[in-house]
């Protein structure tokens, strides 16, 4: 027990150290505000994001609640305690989305970081079942405010600095949560820390998350609420629209459609003479206007399509993948890798992510063929971990289920951005997510709740491969009907062409033979 402490102890001051190491260089870039008025809300963003996501304890969430520590049974835990966090989730994130915008970013940053601090306080401390229950609505509140944390950098830094800055945010987060992974497992494989201390280090690490908010400067302006000027293109959209729009075949009726979402910026809304409550209500039916005109385009409603019901099957997967893990391999007889695994994908993740822009692929061609392709490669995935019994195969069978999802959903963000202005990918990108989770809601009542159908978890994985199979089959099909229409077309086109130019041939002759005659 000693041992494990001096173990937590020591990780915690490696933790604080590198915070004061990052405070000196904050302190630095604060005296250059004036000059580089970017630099300082990123470095304390980036703070923020890394020890946010530097929680160690995470990926033995399950084997610690059914431990000795809380003594809680998988079925409680899989039925009565997770469903929580995606009731949660869904009844706070369209609030929060609104919110977040309307009281410009720093109050819900302030939030999610208080979110997190009560959780891990409320694990660490607390036991039953209502505790727990409490826990996964707190985190549920902590997953609705993250849209905060990418949004924020948005009102703060100018638009060339836009693309530099996301880069760094997100960067930050996946080293995080693959060093957060890797210390974990190292922790429990190595030096025997229980789980218990695992979750100390990840509360010390929440509050100097929370501790960075306070030093983020508070923005002047947002998205929709807040406009100063007009809305600004996404980072490398009319590059990335010339792109996608040079191979583009004519002859396809299904590319040439004219795309209202693409056609002109949502027009900014004139509050100035307004009252607040008009200009809220403005707002509100401004952002349904640019929803329709979103979703009226073919090309980007299948790819939202794909995205929300692959994320919310994607998430249900995440939330429950541990308790099946716990099931073929007992963490009290058998040693856990929960941490490396996800160290893995995490790592895995990230390289595709990175890959993605060097695919000199024309998507409008095999995008619904690839979504169709990999959603089976995914239900494979999820039918491996149903049917087999040993872990190394569940351990495998994630990584590829989870690199599947990431390309994907990758893509699928390049084709949804390159069309739209920043503000109306924002809002694109939270009404999926909401699509997503009422969809995930549905599951989890009908297939996980114990006031629903209560099925044990191998049985949930039959329904969650079957699930992306269906998926596979909408895609497929569509992908099949796009490929032969723009054949068909194609040979319309070729033949079109034949007879023009068969057409023209024999004007010609006619002239000639005619000049021939005058002779």
């Known amino acids: 027990m000693t041992r494990s402490l001096c173990t937590c102890l020591g990780s915690i001051i490696i933790l604080?150290?590198?915070?004061?190491?990052?405070?000196?260089?904050?302190?630095?870039c604060w005296k250059q505000e004036k000059t580089d008025s970017w630099v300082f809300p990123t470095l304390i963003l980036c703070l923020y994001g890394f020890f946010y996501m530097m929680k160690p304890s995470e990926p033995f969430l399950t084997p610690y609640l059914t431990g000795p520590d809380k003594n809680l049974t998988t079925d409680e835990v899989t039925n009565q305690i997770l469903p929580?966090?995606?009731?949660?989730?869904?009844?706070?994130?369209?609030?929060?989305?609104?919110?977040?915008?309307?009281?410009?970013?720093?109050?819900?940053?302030?939030?999610?970081?208080?979110?997190?601090?009560?959780?891990?306080?409320?694990?660490?401390?607390?036991h039953g079942v209502v505790a727990m229950q409490v826990v996964e609505f707190f985190y549920g509140m902590v997953t609705a405010t993250e849209v905060a944390y990418y949004a924020y950098i948005y009102s703060v830094v100018s638009t060339q600095h836009y693309q530099r800055v996301t880069s760094y945010c997100r960067s930050v987060t996946l080293v995080a949560a693959t060093v957060a992974a890797a210390l974990g497992q190292l922790l429990v494989s190595l030096a025997h820390v229980s789980y218990f201390y695992l979750n100390a280090i990840?509360?010390?690490?929440?509050?100097?998350?929370?501790?960075?908010?306070?030093?983020?400067?508070?923005?002047q302006k947002s998205m929709f609420f807040h406009r100063k000027d007009a809305p600004e293109p996404l980072p490398g959209s009319d590059k990335g629209l010339a792109?996608?729009?040079?191979?583009?075949?004519?002859?396809c009726p299904e590319e040439t459609s004219p795309d209202p979402a693409a056609r002109s910026p949502s027009p900014q809304p004139q509050a100035g003479n307004a009252r607040p409550h008009g200009h809220m209500l403005s707002v509100l039916l401004q952002l349904g206007r640019d929803l329709r005109d979103c979703y009226g385009s073919?090309?980007?409603?299948?790819?939202?399509?794909?995205?929300?019901?692959?994320?919310?099957?994607?998430?249900?997967?995440?939330?429950?993948?541990?308790?099946?893990?716990?099931?073929?391999?007992?963490?009290?007889?058998?040693?856990?890798?929960?941490?490396?695994?996800?160290?893995?994908?995490?790592?895995?993740?990230?390289?595709i992510?990175?890959?993605?822009?060097?695919?000199?692929?024309?998507?409008?061609?095999?995008?619904?063929?690839?979504?169709?392709?990999?959603?089976?490669?995914?239900?494979?995935?999820?039918?491996l971990m149903h049917f087999s019994t040993n872990i190394w195969a569940c351990y495998a069978g994630y990584l590829i289920f989870k690199a599947c999802y990431v390309l994907l959903l990758t893509i699928a963000t390049f084709q949804i951005a390159i069309n739209l202005s920043m503000e109306r990918y924002a809002l694109m990108f939270g009404f999926n997510n909401f699509i997503a989770l009422l969809i995930q809601t549905i599951l989890t009542i009908v297939v996980v709740d114990s006031?629903?159908?209560?099925?044990?978890?191998?049985?949930?994985?039959?329904?969650?491969?079957?699930?992306?199979?269906?998926?596979h089959g909408i895609f497929m099909i569509r992908s099949i009907c796009v490929l032969v229409s723009c054949k068909c077309q194609r040979k319309i086109l070729r033949s079109c062409t034949d007879q023009l130019n068969q057409a023209e041939h024999e004007s010609r002759e006619q002239i000639v033979m005619s000049y021939m005659t005058r002779l």
Request: net charge neutral; hydrophobic share 55%.
């Open 243 to 251: 792109v996608g729009t040079a191979h583009r075949p004519s002859s």
């Open 353 to 383: 992510s990175f890959l993605v822009q060097y695919m000199k692929i024309n998507w409008d061609h095999v995008g619904e063929l690839a979504l169709g392709i990999f959603s089976a490669i995914d239900a494979g995935c999820l039918f």
């Open 451 to 471: 006031k629903g159908l209560g099925l044990d978890i191998v049985t949930q994985f039959l329904i969650y491969g079957s699930y992306f199979t269906v998926i």
């Open 16 to 28: 604080t150290n590198f915070l004061l190491s990052f405070a000196a260089e904050a302190m630095d």
């Open 298 to 351: 073919r090309k980007l409603l299948y790819w939202s399509l794909w995205w929300a019901l692959a994320t919310a099957g994607f998430n249900q997967v995440v939330n429950y993948v541990q308790v099946l893990w716990d099931l073929r391999a007992p963490s009290h007889s058998s040693a856990v890798y929960n941490g490396a695994v996800e160290a893995i994908a995490t790592f895995l993740s990230s390289v």
């Open 202 to 219: 990840s509360l010390a690490s929440v509050s100097l998350a929370f501790l960075c908010t306070f030093f983020l400067p508070m923005p």
């Open 84 to 126: 929580v966090w995606t009731y949660s989730y869904l009844a706070l994130l369209f609030p929060v989305f609104l919110l977040t915008d309307y009281v410009r970013y720093k109050p819900v940053l302030l939030l999610q970081g208080t979110s997190l601090v009560v959780t891990w306080l409320l694990l660490l401390f607390a």
